[in-house]
């Protein structure tokens, strides 16, 4: 089974400022995917990022990285310089099992 | 653009009233799922199609449906909606189903039950 742990339920950041988003994992598959994905208010799912187990570096998008420690089950997400237009809900997810499982989901607020 | 596009964005239903939202996708992909998130809470599978291979959660209740006549569309039937059923519901695709595979989702229906 697979488990995605966001501890964050919102965050506050002053625009321009780099924020980390944090996630955590378990999962007894070998090898496993994780993603992350943005829902602004309007409800959609966009996807941002995504990491595979068995990459050596981690993944990179744009201002949107992605913040890989295996040992330690974590797929924390970075964006740089963040944006008014960066604020909405970011959920982590895993894929195993033929599913996504989701966290529950971090808000993110942007101050100007 | 190649896209996943739900029909209506807001749907309105009385209690125990049938009702049917729709998903289309100009992706071509092989999967489409189903998932329904209610407020503040993250989505949760309802059910998916491998091609015409349907996969039902062991946990969807009976009351919900789901049909998929071709490639391109996929319904959600839900047979009596309860006032817990108000939630919005998202479809996504995929390629495949696999490690490496985002999903592609749509904008969602948000269902309102009177």
């Known amino acids: 089974a697979q488990k995605i742990t966001q501890t964050q339920p919102g965050m506050f950041v002053q625009e321009k400022e780099a924020v980390t988003l944090d996630c955590t994992y378990d999962t007894s598959d070998p090898s496993y995917g994780l993603f992350w994905y943005k829902q602004p208010s309007s409800g959609e799912m966009i996807f941002l990022i995504y990491q595979g187990s068995y990459d050596q570096q981690n993944a990179t998008e744009g201002r949107y990285s992605l913040n890989f420690q295996k040992a330690r089950k974590s797929a924390n997400l970075v964006i740089s310089a963040s944006q008014l237009g960066d604020s909405a809900m970011y959920f982590c997810?895993?894929?195993?099992?033929?599913?996504?499982?989701f966290g529950t989901g971090t808000r993110l607020t942007i101050i100007p | 653009d190649a896209m996943v596009i739900q029909n209506p964005r807001y749907q309105v239903t009385q209690f125990g009233k049938p009702v049917t939202l729709s998903c289309s996708q100009t992706l071509n992909h092989n999967v489409m799922y189903w998932y329904q998130q209610k407020s503040s809470q993250a989505p949760k599978l309802l059910f998916h199609y491998y091609d015409k291979d349907f996969n039902n959660e062991a946990d969807t209740p009976d009351n919900f449906q789901s049909r998929r006549p071709n490639t391109s569309f996929c319904f959600l039937d839900i047979r009596s909606p309860g006032l817990g059923d108000a939630a919005m519901y998202l479809c996504?695709?995929?390629?495949?189903?696999?490690?490496?595979?985002?999903?592609?989702f749509g904008d969602g229906t948000r269902l309102s039950i009177l």
């Open positions: 997810a895993s894929f195993g099992n033929e599913k996504l499982t």
């Open positions: 996504a695709t995929s390629t495949r189903q696999g490690l490496n595979q985002p999903q592609h």
